[in-house]
């Protein structure tokens, strides 16, 4: 029986969206340049479609291109350092997975300090010296694995633009020099804290909401994110934003399963099969939002996680204890005013007051400049619509969605509302 060879550009792309972060953390940490880091594993990645489909796919694809990665840093620091006793180091580390401890002098101690390169890596990203804009460009250029166009369509900018604030970011951090690379201490790290939770969610939302491309969601971006919020928890125990981030996403991750139907489809909260959440990961994210709550200070991640534990801990959409959740993003809202807020809390006053209530939260919303190309406003409203019988009035908004969604999933799922309304 004959097996057939994997097609190796599909196996690297893989890959490479899983393992990319890593690999430029682990560069980082050797050579103190991000964007150099960057280039090398890029390196690495031009490396691999050249040899791969010529001597095929290796059977640790991510040790494979780590390691490639790793021997082009070495070659960088031979010719611009031309050290001999760290070039013999470096050889020797090389070719194994355990990075020696004179190297891990040589660099520093950050990384040591967290036990994580990728987090290292995270708060480097996070460095007060990148303005807020490039920080989540580079963000998820290197964390999410999106391309600069991929970030210019989730932002509703133009691609050079991002490109520009992905270019700035790493020439700060670069002026910054080797430290940039170090986790911060004390209260150095509980000022970067709120950048780097940030972020963190940034990366998880792209993964379970994706923003472009075919998937509707990405669940490895998931995983790595809660991985790095539970670090994170160990690394500052007593602060329960860092709690409440890993019980949101904890929460919102039990429902990944029952997001996508047999074929990929998008499966919308009132649609699901409430059987296949995942419950250890309901009962760690309840148990985590627990801890944060008992601090008595509810911050933005806070007050998100109770939202999604309403949600959690209701057994259908009729059950859920909308008043509460309308509640809750109120006081969200008091705390970081955003349209995006009042759009989700519009929906949660539409089931606990009815569709004209929420039609009135949504009006303010209609003349928003940052909700003019974001499609759910007008898909929400059709639901609105639908619920009061106004059928054509909803069919048109759900036009004006499909002009503005961006990823396949979503646009395939608002096209079956459309025509379900048309066949009504």
Known sequence: M???APDPYAVLETVWRMESARIVAGVARVVRDVGLAEELAHDALVAAMEQWPRDGVPDNPGAWLAATARRRAIDVIRREQNLARKTELLVGWAGD??????????????????GDDVLALLFATCHPAVARESRVALTLRLFGGLTTDEIAHAFLVPSPTI????????KRLAGVGPDALAVPVGDELAARLGAVLEVIYLVFNEGYAATTGVDWTRPSLCVEAMRLGRVLAALAPEEPEVHGLVALMELQASRLRARVGPSGEPVLLGDQDRARWDRVLLGRGLAALARAEA??????????AAIAACHARARSTDDTDWAA?????GELAALTPSPVIELNRAVAVARAEGPEAGLAVLEPLSSEPTLAGYHLLPAVRAD????LGRVEEAVAELERALDLVRTVAERELLERRKAALLGS
């Open 295 to 304: 601090d008595g200070r509810r911050g933005r991640y806070v007050l998100q």
């Open 384 to 387: 609105m619509l639908t619920t």
């Open 97 to 114: 997975d355990t990075v020696a401890p004179a190297a891990d002098a040589a660099v520093g101690d950050g990384a040591a300090a967290v």
């Open 2 to 4: 004959t097996t057939t």
């Open 163 to 170: 490109g520009q604030r992905i270019s700035r970011a790493k």
């Open 325 to 329: 959740i309308a509640a809750l993003y």
